[in-house]
């Protein structure tokens, strides 16, 4: 198995790794030129086996209407997307114009480019402007970006909808004492989560550590 920055941890053991990536199903053409795309490129994504988590967590809560902060290239959008089925709206945002436009390309070829409004912008900012509440709010902006990212969701997400978080684990970094502004916005965020009286929360070793909220 071809192994790039997108299907590595830092803490899980490689025949672990390569053995989840194994029994994973093939992706069709889309995803597959997206997932290349970020490989050649050294795009951060989500990559496949969180993907299809994210999947999941969507279909088993019944998510429609979602908001992801920082989509990239908007792989982890067209899974939540697909996800969310016909009736589904989700709010892609992102920085870079360049992405966005990508993007926008790979929502069509996935057909359901209709399903999705895409933003172009802090998506902080963007999540705190868009009108109405979320069932689930997926979290990948910037690390040094987190505890703020937050503070913005917890209002946006509906009383039993779902606050995800990638990259919780932050290269195994997340444990030890920090070096970087990134470790140390990580480990607040984690607290955060953790602690707060309206967020029962869990967090799973997968790839890069995923954390999962539901809001009570």
């Known amino acids: 198995m071809a192994r790039n920055r997108n299907l590595t941890s830092a803490f899980v053991r490689q025949d672990i790794e390569e053995y989840i990536y194994g029994l994973l199903p093939k992706r069709d053409a889309v995803l597959r030129e997206m997932e290349a795309y970020a490989a050649k490129n050294r795009v951060p994504i989500i990559g496949p ?16 209407r979602i908001f992801e902060m920082g989509s990239a290239i908007g792989y982890s959008t067209i899974w939540l997307a697909r996800a969310a089925g016909p009736r589904g709206e989700v709010f892609y945002s992102d920085g870079d114009p360049e992405n966005a436009q990508r993007a926008r390309r790979s929502f069509q070829k996935a057909g359901v480019a209709h399903r999705i409004h895409v933003g172009v912008g802090d998506a902080l900012k963007i ?33 039993g909808g779902l606050l995800v978080a990638d990259n919780t684990l932050w290269h195994g970094r997340a444990p030890h004492p920090a070096k970087d502004a ?35």
């Open 49 to 64: 086996a969180v993907a299809r988590l994210l999947a999941l967590l969507v279909r088993i809560s019944g998510a429609e």
């Open 127 to 159: 999540l705190k402007r868009t009108r109405g509440a979320f069932d689930l709010i997926f979290i990948d902006v910037d690390k040094h970006q987190y505890p703020a990212a937050l503070r913005a969701a917890l209002p946006k997400l509906r009383r």
């Open 182 to 216: 990134a470790t140390r916005a990580i480990q607040k965020f984690n607290r955060a989560v953790f602690a707060h009286p309206r967020l029962d929360t869990s967090m799973i070793s997968l790839r890069d550590g995923v954390t999962i909220s539901r809001k009570l």
